[in-house]
């Protein structure tokens, strides 16, 4: 019978909590920089210069 290769699981393991660690950090990102988009879109947007 052959035997279970724990390496092989445990490397599978690591990478997918890698692959969720970066997913996290990537939502996080979009997150902080969708509001911070949309904050300096509306002052453009009410400042208008007539001359």
């Known amino acids: 019978m052959a035997h279970t ?3 092989f699981q445990k490397r599978q393991k ?3 909590r890698k692959k ?3 997913e996290k950090v990537l ?3 979009q997150k902080d ?3 911070e988009a949309e ?3 509306l002052p453009l ?3 208008v210069i007539e001359a």
């Open 5 to 7: 290769n724990f390496k």
């Open 14 to 16: 690591e990478l997918d």
């Open 20 to 22: 969720k660690q970066d």
């Open 27 to 29: 939502r996080k990102q």
């Open 33 to 35: 920089t969708d509001p």
């Open 39 to 41: 904050t300096e879109d």
């Open 45 to 47: 947007a009410d400042t």
